[in-house]
């Protein structure tokens, strides 16, 4: 009979200086009801194997570095609980649709770079002079886009979306959201400077819309719904500048 | 030394995850309602042949084939519908105000309501 007062972590494993694929290694970790995985992957760090390599920094669902894939689900391991899967044993993996790096590390340098061919902040014609005072925004114009604001970059939802494993140049759910998010901003004046990367090659025309993304977020952005109302502004401009070419500026 | 494990793609994905087979069966009526639409084409083409050929061609549809296959497309359609439907309100959210206006009532709204008014017209066109 398993002792009641553990539980079994199954953790993926692999060196890149050792290992040509990897293995997954067993422990034992002491079980209490209010721990997150990421206690018991610091449990094991501090007590049985401090080789075990991942990432994670705030605890508490704000810096979006503990994502993994929990028994199968993308997860934040600072949000999901042992007792949500006790006596069941708990299988961790690196987040699927990146390489590894080492261990549970995932490789971050090409969402990095779709991040930033988004340009996601704000972008203004005239420069920001603090003597004219701020820029104003009402409660309505915030509105529109503080849900997409939201995102902490955590990438639960590009192991989540098959068309990033299908189309690794994908721009993927979290670039687009917040991309749309400074669309969206009364302040930005950027729409112009996002068009091309937004409604170009392997951007929001190769999604298509499982919605998995939005199930996944911890944060409750919803980038399936970004991309679904990138794509209507897309068709929209898209029409207005054929159609109205002389109501360019 | 860096050397990034590339982890396989699996082949059939769309089977791993409950939300993945339900998109998957979302996609597939789709093919269903295109099929339809070529037997549309079809139907109107027996029309215009005359009288004659309507008549045996509708005596073909009430085969038991014919029926099942109806049947089938018509669970599809109403699939496709619903699902569609229902992500109305990601794809056009509304505002009124500060207050984004409550997703049910934008796929009734912009959904539900016109299909099911429209579906009345129809049969009431059809009956009188």
């Given at each position: 009979m398993a002792d009641e007062s553990t539980i079994t972590l199954e953790v993926f494993r692999y060196h890149p200086e050792r290992d040509s694929g990897p293995t997954f290694q067993s422990y034992e970790v002491p079980y209490h009801d209010?721990?997150?995985?990421?206690?018991?992957?610091?449990?094991?760090?501090?007590?049985?194997?401090?080789?075990?390599?991942?990432?994670?920094?705030?605890?508490m669902g704000v810096c979006g570095s503990c994502g993994m894939m929990v028994n199968g689900d993308p997860k934040?391991?600072?949000?999901?609980?042992?007792?949500?899967?006790f006596p069941g044993a708990i299988r961790i993996e690196p987040l699927v649709n990146f390489p590894v790096e080492r261990d549970l590390v995932i490789v971050l340098d090409e969402f990095m770079e779709k991040l930033e061919s988004v340009k996601p902040w704000i972008i203004r014609d005239d420069v920001n002079d603090t003597s004219q005072g701020e820029f104003k925004q009402s409660p309505a114009e915030f509105a529109l886009y503080t849900q997409y604001s939201m995102c902490i970059n955590c990438m639960l939802c590009y192991s989540a979306c098959p068309e990033i494993a299908a189309v690794p140049d994908f721009l993927g759910p979290a670039a687009i959201a917040l991309a749309h998010r400074y669309n969206l901003d009364s302040r930005d004046q950027g729409q112009d400077q996002r068009r091309e990367v937004l409604g170009g090659r392997d951007a929001v025309w190769e999604c298509t819309f499982v919605g998995e993304c939005t199930?996944?977020?911890?944060?409750?952005?919803?980038?399936?719904?970004?991309?679904?109302?990138?794509?209507?502004?897309s068709t929209k401009d898209w029409y207005k500048r054929v159609l109205m070419?002389?109501?360019?500026? | 030394m860096r050397k990034p494990l590339v982890r396989p793609f699996p082949r059939h994905w769309y089977v791993q995850r409950r939300a993945y087979r339900l998109f998957m069966a979302r996609e597939l009526t789709a093919l269903f309602i295109g099929a339809y639409l070529i037997f549309l084409l079809v139907l109107l083409n027996k029309l215009g042949a005359g009288e004659d050929v309507f008549v045996a061609f509708l005596k073909v549809l009430r085969h038991p084939l014919s029926l099942i296959l109806h049947v089938l497309v018509l669970v599809a359609a109403l699939w496709h519908?619903?699902?569609?439907?229902?992500?109305?309100?990601?794809?056009?959210?509304?505002?009124?105000?500060?207050?984004?206006?409550?997703g049910p009532m934008i796929a009734v709204g912009l959904g539900y309501l016109p299909w099911i008014v429209v579906t009345i017209l129809i049969i009431w066109g059809v009956c009188a």
């Open positions: 209010d721990w997150v995985v990421l206690d018991a992957l610091n449990w094991v760090k501090d007590n049985v194997d401090g080789t075990l390599t991942y990432r994670w920094s705030c605890r934040l391991t600072c949000a999901v609980f042992l007792k949500d899967y199930e996944v977020c911890p944060k409750n952005v919803d980038p399936a719904g970004a991309i679904q109302q990138v794509k209507v502004a070419p002389w109501g360019q500026r | 519908s619903i699902t569609w439907f229902n992500l109305t309100p990601t794809v056009m959210p509304l505002f009124l105000g500060e207050k984004r206006v409550a």
